[in-house]
């Protein structure tokens, strides 16, 4: 029987520990650095697209942002973020979406996506993706982008990648976007294996 994306990844966060998961960061740490190089305040709208159980919130309501939203294909990962901020989980919107196919309502300040992005291995989901970053951003909006780099792995979770350097990442995201700021980083999972991101800030033309 075929599985859904939806239904893979329902299964990986109601069956692994938030903190067991290969992608699992203790702490934002690049996505934190990448912010305050941008010298936002704490007004500005924020989407974690792809956002899963991620932490990344949790450090932003810590710093005073009051204008985050978490999307997410699977709804067991917004509950256990939800369950870990307790009350202060008032404090966010929390989407159940699949970003290719979501149609944002508002625009955001900040577009973030780390980890989501190389999943979409079909061009037409690529396209879609980009439909749906740009109904959601405006002009001067920032997109901070992280992807498996050309070195890292071909698979996550159990699915295959399309990995990328910076250029590649500034062809996909095309004239609209442009490329402010890259960088690489080799992210140490939690069983201690290494993977090498590609990071990327785009800001919309
Ligand atoms: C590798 S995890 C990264 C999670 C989070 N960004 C982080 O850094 O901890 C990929 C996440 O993307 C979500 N996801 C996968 N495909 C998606 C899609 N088409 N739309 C929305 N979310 C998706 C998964 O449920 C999962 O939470």
Redesign the pocket.
Known sequence: MMVT?REH?DE??RTKAADS?????PT?EP?LRALDELQLPATAALV???????S?VDCLIERGWSDLTV????AP?LDAAKARLRDDAARVAWVV????V?RPERHYDVW?????FH??TEAE?RIA?RHALEAATAPSSVVIL?TFAPDGPER??GLPVRRYDAAALAAEFGSAFALEREWREEHTTPGGGRQSFQWCVFRRR
């Not at 973030?112 to 989501?116: F, I, K, P, T």
């Open positions: 994306k990844w990986v966060y998961v290969s992608w699992y960061q934002p996505s974690d697209v792809g956002g899963g159980a991620s990344l999307l997410d294909i699977a990962a979406a699949d970003v290719t979501w973030h996506d780390r980890a989501v999943f979409l989901q993706y992280a996550c979770s």
